[in-house]
């Protein structure tokens, strides 16, 4: 017994040190019978839900998909993993957007009988709001490119274009594939295309803007 008392001092402590969100549901109701200090923050709903069902703390999670998942993975011992999966945590009234990667693992006892089920989390809910200002500023970008009469390109810091405007395609009658490499060379003018080259590969290496005058083919 008291072997077993200090394996379960060692398991909890390994856990309450975690970094990452774990917490030990059991049975259908699925009450919380341990969450570490990293639970507790991300879930936003203080020290006292030891002994209560993760329904009555956040009944909000059950017009989600969690109840299902939940239910899902005591049911048929199958792990369920979420990755930057949003969701809807209620707090002072108020709706506040959160996001996760998640698994959910059956709990079991030693003779395998599944008795509850084991949350492991990150909240990763600023990585997830950057990446989102992230395509929506490449959207707005792309969306203004598209609409002024100018030729635009870009190109990753290695040089690789990775970007023509449809003002650009149709001028140089040429498409994407044809131009994303070495391609681009073709179009300008033999004369000017050295400068070019060393204007750019100057500019990738110190940041600087450049400007040069060159004559592009029709």
Request: glycine share 6%.
């Amino acid at each position: 017994r008291k072997q077993i008392e200090a394996s379960e001092r060692r398991f909890s402590n390994i856990l309450s040190q975690s970094i990452m969100a774990i917490a030990i549901l059991k049975g259908h109701e699925m009450i919380v019978s341990f969450a570490n200090e990293p639970l507790i923050t991300s879930w936003r709903k203080g020290r006292d839900i030891i002994g209560k069902s993760v329904w009555e703390i956040m009944p909000e999670m059950k017009d989600q998909e969690f109840s299902e998942k939940l239910q899902q993975v005591y049911s048929t011992g199958v792990p369920y993993y979420g990755y930057e999966v949003k969701t809807i945590n209620m707090q002072n009234g108020i709706p506040l957007e959160l996001y996760y990667n998640f698994v959910y693992q059956p709990y079991t006892e030693a003779d395998n009988t599944i008795t509850g089920v084991t949350i492991l989390a990150t909240e990763v809910t600023e990585h997830v709001l950057v990446k989102k200002q992230i395509e929506e500023s490449e959207t707005k970008f792309r969306t203004l490119s598209e609409t002024i009469p100018h030729m635009i390109w870009s190109a990753a810091p290695n040089g690789q274009k990775n970007f023509f405007n449809k003002y650009y395609l149709d001028y140089t009658g040429k498409t994407f594939e044809e131009l994303k490499n070495d391609g681009m060379h073709s179009i300008i003018f033999p004369d000017d295309l050295d400068k070019d080259l060393q204007l750019c590969h100057k500019s990738l290496e110190t940041g600087e803007d450049f400007n040069i005058k060159k004559r592009i083919r029709h």
